[in-house]
């Protein structure tokens, strides 16, 4: 449905998940007969939740305490983390600064020299705590330190960026030949952010095992006010299931995952998420309201401490409850911010659907509201 917006430009109309609403079937199911494991490549999880490698998310200590909890932490390998030996002190000293001086600290901390060592010590910790270890690298730092990730023994390797392409073209640098890179690794990839049906199928013809569908929609983001560039979910990660479908045609069989990566804030958000065609979601904000969240209350990712152009801001969340709970419940709140599994559970039950892929299959409806 394209739309005319002047003489000169037409546009087609794209939704958010707020746009749209998952609407019961003629069966319903008690939630403990629902299943939300996922799997992908050879690793199982009980829910398709991945913490985002974001430094207010996830740190080894909660990468090892999703994974207890039947999901993946996804640890940042160019966040403090991997640049300081305790980097405790200036996770607090960033929750502590006024907003006027968040962006400039943090630019600062952030520019310490990731160490290679670090990147070993902090997969091995992870490693240590019985998990899947999964990490995290900008396509920039990949190259560079790749080597290293897969040494220290990483079982998923993320490639994750405002925006990855297949076909990155480059006259200052040697751009990251993705199909070469993932073909002579080890360990399966996971590739994104793509908004695009034709983005996400370059991306799989690379041999990726997942794509990360998503553009600046997180709520630290502001990719939309500084660059002019947004993704609304609900069709992105539609036409990125399409993508899918028609790749596995293409490839005689090959599934590769979609994982929802931004704009998903609440457990209504998830169910959306799903509902659209993605197998997983990759939580940020979400996750980042635990008392146990290394962010202490508030939140950020990489674009905020960009060296030239940040993207993004420090934002206060309010902490719900613990890790778990935000999981699991019990919630204290009736906001879609607490016990998120419950929440997708009690959907797929309401409409019907036994399992994560038969839920991709719920009727949905163009809402004309985005609350209630």
Same mark, same amino acid.
């Given at each position: 449905?394209?739309?005319? *917006? ?5 546009a ?5 998940? $707020? $746009?749209? #609403?998952?609407?019961?079937s003629?069966?319903?199911r008690?939630?403990? &007969? ?6 992908? &490549? ?12 974001m430094?207010?998310? +996830?740190?080894?200590?909660?990468a ?12 940042d390998?160019?966040?403090?983390? /991997?640049?300081?030996? $305790? ?5 607090? @000293? ?8 968040? /962006? ?12 290679p @060592?670090? +990147?070993? &010590? ?21 190259q ?22 297949? @076909? ?11 199909k ?10 996971? +590739? ?6 034709? %983005? %996400? ?7 990726? #095992? ?11 983001? /502001? ?5 002019? *560039?947004?993704?609304?979910? %609900? !069709?992105?990660v539609? $036409?990125? =299931? ?13 599934? +590769? ?7 998903v ?13 993605a197998? =997983? ?11 146990? =969240? ?10 905020s ?19 778990e ?5 019990? %919630? ?17 039950? !309401? ?15 163009v ?6």
């Open positions: 449905m394209e739309i005319e *917006i002047g003489r000169a430009k037409r087609r109309r794209a939704f958010t998940f $707020d $746009d749209i #609403a998952v609407v019961p003629r069966r319903t008690n939630p403990e &007969d629902v299943s939300t494991a996922w799997t992908i &490549d050879a690793f199982q999880f009980a829910i398709p939740v991945l913490g985002a490698p430094d207010s998310v +996830v740190s080894p200590t909660t090892i305490m999703l994974g207890q909890l039947g999901g993946l932490g996804v640890l390998l160019e966040g403090l983390w /991997t640049r300081y030996d $305790d980097p405790e002190p200036l996770l607090a @000293e960033i929750a502590s600064l006024d907003d006027a001086s968040a /962006t400039r600290r943090m630019q600062e901390l952030y520019s310490e020299p990731i160490k @060592e670090l +990147v070993r &010590d902090r997969l091995a910790e992870i490693r240590a705590g019985g998990v899947t270890v999964a990490g995290a690298l900008t396509p920039q730092r990949t560079e330190l790749y080597e290293t990730v897969v040494a220290a023994g990483v079982d998923l390797f993320v490639i994750r960026g405002t925006t990855v392409s297949a @076909e990155h073209v480059s006259s200052v640098d040697q751009p990251l030949n993705l070469k890179f993932i073909y002579d690794l080890d360990v399966p990839v996971i +590739v994104g952010g793509a908004s695009t049906y034709t %983005a %996400a199928l370059h991306l799989m013809r690379t041999g990726a #095992a997942g794509v990360l569908v998503g553009f600046g929609g997180g709520a630290a983001s /502001t990719t939309r006010a500084t660059l002019g *560039i947004h993704a609304p979910m %609900a !069709t992105a539609s $036409d990125v =299931a399409a993508a899918r479908r028609d790749y596995l045609d293409e490839s005689g069989g090959r599934y +590769v995952h979609v994982i929802a990566d931004g704009g804030g609440t457990s209504g958000d998830i169910v959306k998420a799903l509902a659209m065609g197998d =997983a979601v990759m939580l940020g904000v979400a996750l980042s309201r635990a008392t146990d =969240a290394p962010g202490r209350g508030y939140h950020w990712g990489p674009e401490h960009h060296s030239k152009l940040p993207r993004g801001h420090r934002v206060g969340v309010e902490q719900v409850t613990t890790l709970s935000v999981l699991y419940g019990p %919630a204290p709140v009736a906001d879609g911010t607490a016990n998120l599994i419950g929440a997708l559970k009690k959907s797929m039950a !309401t409409t019907g659907y036994s399992d994560l892929k038969e839920f991709q299959r719920v009727d949905v409806v809402a004309p509201y985005s609350a209630g």
